[in-house]
């Protein structure tokens, strides 16, 4: 499973999180964790879920140190006490990873551009044929 977190804010920021089984059962044993390899997928997504609909119960914290490893965690806060519920680890994207998602970024903008630009183009000479004063 492979999990890439980037910004519209900053296309340079590209960070991987990668678990097969092996890793996986290295991150059960040291958080403890009751689930299952085959469940991992979609408990992530019920966790990112609640900390949209519900930021003052859930919390995501990204930690991301000098030496290119970063840390997300997931947090319950139960009033009186948070709870880190998950932590999953993060790299940086190596440079051509990074260049790769730009691009794709990019070109995915530049063809809505294209798309919308025909739109307009089509409403425009509609304009033109029905009210051609409207243009004015």
């Not at 403890?32 to 900390?51: P, Q």
């Not at 294209?114 to 004015?136: G, I, Q, Y």
């Amino acid at each position: 499973m492979k999990i890439e977190l980037t910004s519209e804010n900053d296309l340079f920021f590209h960070y991987t999180h990668i678990v097969d089984e092996d890793s996986f059962r290295h991150m059960q044993e040291n958080q403890k964790l009751m689930i299952e390899f085959t469940d991992y997928i979609n408990i992530l997504i019920k966790m990112v879920n609640s900390c949209i609909k519900e930021p003052h119960s859930f919390l995501a914290v990204f930690i991301m140190n000098r030496d290119g490893t970063a840390k997300l965690d997931f947090i319950q806060n139960i009033e009186y006490k948070f709870i880190e519920l998950l932590s999953c680890d993060f790299m940086a994207s190596p440079e051509d990873t990074v260049r790769q998602s730009i691009t794709f970024r990019y070109n995915s903008v530049k063809s809505k551009v294209a798309l919308m630009e025909a739109r307009l183009k089509d409403v425009n000479n509609l304009v033109k044929v029905k009210n051609p004063s409207l243009l004015l």
